[in-house]
């Protein structure tokens, strides 16, 4: 089990837990907020069966990494990226987010370059700017966010069950496209999360991402649903291929915000299509 040292706190490491597996072109997953790796479940078999190296890790705070009290930003989390494609020295990588990991992709390409990147696929993505401010008056109020931290504050494990309940549309998909296994699962690995992730990574969602996306220089998919209730459609993945200069957009009917799981054969075939 793979881990590698991004910073200290105090007297101890803050290490991010990793798995690198199979031969080929490296694809690096990135996963969503509250989850872990296993997020790509649906996903890492499909690669390493055609023939693709994939990598994915951990984010801080998240799964076996290291949950430290501070960090929780996009310019860290861009530092962890580029740590990890540094130690393993990957060229020609895809970069694979999903939901919050999105928006490390967009600040790594930023602020890093694309040296070691050949494409990048935003799922479900964080992107471009999810705050109304006065230039961008199509955004969501504040205030909204302001009561995902009072609630995730108050009492964290139920504003954890009421985000996951969003996450898969469990009202609508629970029993079909949402076992009640995959369901307890993701519960068990949200609530495992460090305490702090969880309230601090809120306040990332407000970050303004504009100038990241407009600076990225290598061929994009978006991938999103239409029925995502966390990140929706209007405000975030159908403004994305009209800010860069390669970027095409897949919309996946009736798809919610996990749809890297509930409709992982459209994702996969999206995904796999665009590797080639």
Request: proline share 6%; glycine share 8%; net charge negative.
């Amino acid at each position: 089990m793979p881990f590698i040292n991004v910073g200290t706190e105090n007297s101890g490491a803050i290490e991010l837990h990793y798995e690198d597996h199979g031969m080929g072109t490296p694809v690096v997953l990135i996963h969503g907020y509250p989850l872990n790796w296993r997020a790509w479940d649906k996903q890492v078999p499909v690669l390493l069966g055609t023939g693709h190296r994939v990598i994915a890790y951990d984010r801080r705070g998240f799964g076996l990494s290291s949950q430290p009290a501070g960090g929780y930003n996009y310019d860290t989390f861009a530092a962890d990226l580029n740590w990890l494609m540094e130690k393993l020295d990957l060229r020609d990588a895809i970069l694979v987010g999903h939901s919050m990991g999105t928006g490390e992709v967009a600040r790594y390409l930023a602020a890093y370059g694309s040296s070691r990147v050949a494409k990048a696929v935003l799922i479900s993505p964080i992107p471009p700017f999810l705050l109304q401010t006065t230039d961008n008056p199509d955004g969501l109020p504040g205030s909204l966010f302001d009561g995902f931290m009072h609630s995730a504050t108050a009492d964290t494990p139920a504003w954890m069950r009421s985000f996951l309940d969003n996450f898969y549309n469990v009202d609508v998909l629970r029993g079909t496209l949402v076992s009640e296994e995959a369901y307890a699962a993701s519960w068990n690995v949200a609530v495992s999360a460090s305490a702090t992730a969880a309230v601090e990574c809120i306040p990332t969602w407000e970050t303004d991402f504009r100038a990241d996306v407009a600076a990225i220089d290598v061929p994009v998919l978006v991938i999103q649903g239409d029925a995502d209730r966390v990140l929706p459609l209007e405000k975030t993945g159908k403004l994305l291929p009209h800010m860069m200069q390669d970027a095409r957009l897949v919309v996946v009917n009736g798809g919610p915000h996990a749809i890297a799981w509930t409709h992982a054969d459209q994702v996969n075939r999206a995904l796999l299509e665009f590797l080639k």
